[in-house]
């Protein structure tokens, strides 16, 4: 990437099925990540925690999160932070889901293919 940015869109960035149902994007900066997740309806991630923090932007679809021991239903415009070590899980409801993933710092286990 150049001192001045780069520009890019997501209709140029390559897809990859990381699961039923599941696919996803990466844009990788130094220091920071960035994920867009397309979701098929009833798809269930494992609940987990990991050492990054972690925003999420809910663009399209509704969403039940598991957030520690609370459930939050959420749709598109919700931004949802996850510290460090937080506990979180995510159900789709009834249809597509589009989640931007932003992590910091880099997600290397996604790099590697080893991570979800």
């Known amino acids: 990437m150049s001192a001045a940015g780069a520009l ?20 990788v900066g130094d220091r920071l990540m960035i ?18 923090e972690q925003m999420t932007v809910v663009e399209k679809g509704r969403v039940l999160f598991t957030i520690g ?14 510290p460090s070590g937080v506990w979180h899980g995510a159900t789709m409801l009834d249809e597509e889901v589009i989640l931007l ?4 710092p880099i997600r290397e286990d996604f790099l590697a293919g080893t991570g979800q």
């Not at 994920?35 to 990054?52: E, I, K, S």
């Not at 993933?101 to 910091?104: A, Q, S």
């Open 8 to 27: 890019l869109d997501w209709s140029r960035i390559p897809v990859e099925t990381i699961g039923e149902g599941i696919e996803r994007q990466m844009v």
């Open 35 to 52: 994920v867009r997740l397309r979701f098929q309806p009833r798809v269930v991630t494992t609940p987990h925690d990991h050492p990054h």
């Open 69 to 82: 021991e609370e459930q939050r239903e959420v749709g598109p415009g919700t931004i949802l932070h996850f």
């Open 101 to 104: 993933d932003i992590f910091t």
